[in-house]
């Protein structure tokens, strides 16, 4: 199953399964579904529940958080991520701030679902991964499904079971991408889905080599770099025999960091890659998390790779010398797994 | 691409940034005669969609069926210059260009797969959970590798010593002629570390030094060095007496050797080489052909004494030292370990170790860059 379809199934599924779930956005009716066809179908089988809005990002999740107030459960698409910042206030200053404001009496179970990432040349406006903008948002909550997740699941887990604003971060070369069944024996990665902690909903899955007693060293990422850190991986073992560990994130905030800590210390060596800017960005928080939980003596030497300060190219070309790529990421841990300790 | 019976439809660029296609429509069928300008498909990517036109005329084949992708630049369909030759030809060539199955998943990593060529393993005998090591290749030969080896028919003298001679080169194949002539050795195989050797030279099979353990422990082999290199020799010697191998001397039945002499093993003594009272030989050394190695004088282990040199007497050559062809050495000199001696050269006085020395008399001109 393709992403774009396990996520259009899940909202088929929640429209179906419970009254109080909406959505709206910008050209999301049929025929056309949505730009990414997350949407296709459902303002045919559900009238009324599908809004068609304005070129308005502020005033889409200002109405999302007003019904979510009122006991709603909607769901917001904003066309490209990018157009997030348009409705920042609205996020920061109002929908995550409510149920503090107002002690506690009010919830505001909102999801705002933002298609980010490059590699489709979409140029500087259309391309880019901004979550990073919002990891100091007190009391918001960010995920991302990577091609080993469940889109669909973790979607109506943040529906229906979340009581926060969440920030669902799609990767726009995902949707097209065919989900990979984890649960299938696979000839070079052992899978397995990480225990949860008492702070995370989502899940993490570690990707390890087959037959490998202990990595030599763990890549750590989510969403779209997730094809990234196993493709890197699998290069690195096959022409190197390098063990690297993937630990692929889908609770990008707040950090599962208890449950990264054991595996990211057996290691010693911890490479951190993401699709946003690599200065202040996701890397930062969860190397400086890493550290400040490590015990005195452990060594633990964690390097990260990130997109340059630099604005996103059109020309496919142009992208992938500005994007991380597989290649990078292969020789960022051929590098880190020769440096000494 | 052009062909005398066909020419391939070759899948445009439609943009920049697409390297597949999706095909939404076929306007022709199979086996329809088309003519140059037609339209032909409709063809879909991210952004556009676009109808081609035939660039040639022709019977057409489709290779791609409607709805299927289709990577740029690669071949959807073919002009046929008639019904005969797309009869002929087109079945064959739209399963040639049909998308490839995935290729099985690789079940070694890099490393592994050439120590396997080396050691001449297949693959496909090591079972282990997950994708195949360099660590899983070395332990299977060294279980099964010489287990086969172990089972391997070689033909054993019966009432001579048995010998395998480590080497393949032309020294290897020098003793294995010196052995023959005193009638007291056979000569089962050559050994040999470079994989590129293995064969079967001058009548024996060459098997892999690997197999040392396999081959000589179980038919209780003893083992001649046949080998120039003085590091290797010493490697081998180790290896041998860890594994409990007698390592034998071979001299050559006319070699002289005074009774008093003391040897170690392991050496090789050829014609002509005169060694005389008291005179003491360690473990692996060449004493080649018409060396003269006059009373008490001591040669320590992995030297080499090149054909024609004459030795004094009370003289000690330190161990990995190499005397070249007829160089001469003063009685009472002694010269350290790892020297090179060059050819030709008198040496009248003491010779620091590690030191090359050359004339007449021998001078210091240089030093070993390494200890072997």
Sequence with gaps: MKCVESLNQALHHLFATDPRVLLLGEDLLDPYGGAFKVSKGLSSKYPGRVLTTPISEASIVGMGTGLALRGMRPVVEIMFGDFVLLAADQIVNSATKFPLMYNSKVRVPLVIRVPMGGGRGYGPTHSQTLESYFNSTPNLEIVAPSYLHDPGQMLERSVLSSDRVTLFVENKLLYSKELLDISHPHPIFHFRQLELDTAAMYPTIAATIRGVEKADLVVVAYGGMAEMALQAAERAFLEEEIAISCLIVSQVKPLPVQVLRPLCAAAGKVLIIEESVKYGGWGAELSAQLHEGRGRSASLLVRRLGLAEFILPSAKALEDKVLPLAQDVFLAAKELFYESR | ?372
């Design chain 2, 1 to 372: 691409m052009s062909h005398d019976k066909y020419t391939l439809a070759i899948t445009p660029q439609l943009g920049v940034n697409d390297q597949v296609a999706v095909i939404t429509d076929w306007y022709v069928k199979d086996g329809q005669e088309v003519g140059r300008g037609e339209l032909i498909c409709c063809l879909e990517t991210t952004k556009a969609s676009m109808d081609v036109e035939a660039e040639h005329e022709g019977v057409f084949k489709i290779f791609v069926q409607s709805q299927e992708s289709v990577d740029i630049n690669q071949p959807l369909g073919a002009f046929f210059l008639d019904y005969a030759a797309y009869e002929e030809l087109g079945a064959g060539l739209a399963e040639q260009y049909a998308k490839k199955p995935v290729a099985a998943a690789p079940v070694a990593t890099a490393k592994a797969v050439r120590l396997a060529q080396e050691l001449g393993v297949d693959l496909a005998d090591i079972t282990v959970s997950g994708v195949i090591r360099e660590k899983d290749v070395q332990e299977y030969a060294q279980t099964h590798g010489a287990e086969a080896v172990r089972e391997m028919a070689l033909e054993l003298h019966p009432e001579r010593k048995n010998v395998a001679v480590y080497g393949s080169g032309r020294g290897a194949y020098t003793i294995k002629e010196n052995l023959s002539l005193r009638g007291e050795y056979h000569v089962v195989c050559y050994l040999d570390d470079d994989k590129s050797k293995v064969g079967v030279k001058d009548g024996v099979p060459v098997l892999h030094g690997s197999f040392l353990e396999g081959v000589a422990v179980p038919r209780g082999l003893c083992v001649a060095l046949g080998i120039a290199d003085a590091s290797a020799r010493r490697r081998i010697l180790v290896r041998c007496r860890a594994l409990g191998l007698e390592v034998i001397n071979v001299i050559h039945p006319e070699a002289w050797l005074s009774p008093s002499v003391k040897l170690g093993c392991g050496n090789h003594i050829k014609a002509g080489a005169v060694i005389d009272t008291s005179s003491e030989i360690g473990d692996a050394c060449i004493i080649d052909n018409n060396t003269t190695i006059a009373h008490d004088n001591v040669i320590e282990s992995f030297s080499h004494l090149a054909p024609g040199v004459a030795l004094g007497s009370s003289i000690t050559i330190g161990e990995g030292t190499i005397v070249g062809i007829g160089a001469s050495v003063s009685t009472g000199v002694k010269i350290g370990a790892h020297c090179i001696i060059s050819v030709g050269s008198a040496v009248t006085k003491n010779v620091e170790a590690g030191m090359i020395v050359e004339g007449v008399p021998a001078r210091v001109v240089g030093q070993r860059r390494s200890a072997d």
